[in-house]
């Protein structure tokens, strides 16, 4: 069984100052990890994924997520925000055989103070 | 670029009535999936759909629900007889069958039951 824990389900910050959203998986196989952004009154847009290979992956809009074993962490972050990122940011885990059901984080809404 | 639509964008109905949800897949995507999101809360997998057939239900989905792929571009979830707690963002998704492809979204339709 796959499960994903979003510390903190808000997190506001200053415009051009670091983005770090964290995420933390448990997976009893390797897992798939993705980040999913949603814009109000949007639906879910992929950010990037980790699916086997470099363990920094990079994805649109500046964003770039480390997946660390070790720590069994995938946390998601951006050098410098921008108005345009305030969303609600999830996590997503799914086994790495591929066709199964993502299950989700519980979300960080992402405020950026001007 | 190819994307999954979804229609109707917002559904209003009384409780006990039958819902109809459609989406069109990415055309040349094999795994289809519905999830739903209430209103605050995370994204929840309710079913997937591959060869005609389900592979994977949650607990949610149950027997008030049901899916079909009527024609070659349709997905459909119905919702037999609506209740109060229906009420959600219905998100549905798909896929190719290549393995470490990602689950593309459609925009939702926002179901509220009174």
């Known amino acids: 069984a796959q499960s994903v824990t979003q510390l903190g389900s808000h997190l506001s910050v200053s415009e051009g100052a670091l983005v770090l959203l964290r995420c933390n998986y448990s997976s009893s196989v390797p897992p798939y990890l993705f980040w999913y952004v949603q814009y109000p009154n949007q639906g879910l847009q992929l950010l990037l994924k980790?699916?086997?290979?470099?363990?920094l992956v990079k994805g649109i809009n500046g964003f770039e997520a480390e997946f660390k074993k070790s720590e069994t962490s995938f946390h998601l972050t951006k050098p410098s925000a921008h108005m345009s990122d305030a969303a609600e940011y999830f996590c997503a885990v799914t086994p790495n055989f591929g066709n199964e059901k993502l299950t989700f984080g519980t979300g960080t809404r992402l405020t950026i103070i001007p | 670029e190819p994307e999954v639509t979804q229609t109707p964008s917002h559904q209003v109905t009384q409780m006990g009535q039958e819902v109809i949800l459609r989406c069109v897949p990415i055309s040349n995507h094999l795994y289809f999936y519905w999830y739903r999101q209430i209103l605050g809360q995370k994204v929840e997998f309710l079913v997937s759909?591959?060869?005609?057939?389900?592979?994977?239900k949650s607990e949610i989905f149950d027997d008030q629900f049901s899916v079909e792929r009527p024609d070659g571009s349709n997905f459909t979830l119905k919702i037999r007889s609506t209740k109060l707690e229906d009420s959600a963002m219905y998100f549905c998704?798909?896929?190719?069958?290549?393995?470490?492809?990602?689950?593309?979204f459609g925009p939702g339709t926002r179901l509220l039951v009174l």
């Open positions: 980790y699916t086997t290979g470099a363990t």
């Open positions: 759909f591959y060869n005609n057939e389900i592979s994977e």
């Open positions: 998704a798909s896929r190719t069958g290549r393995v470490q492809e990602t689950q593309y």
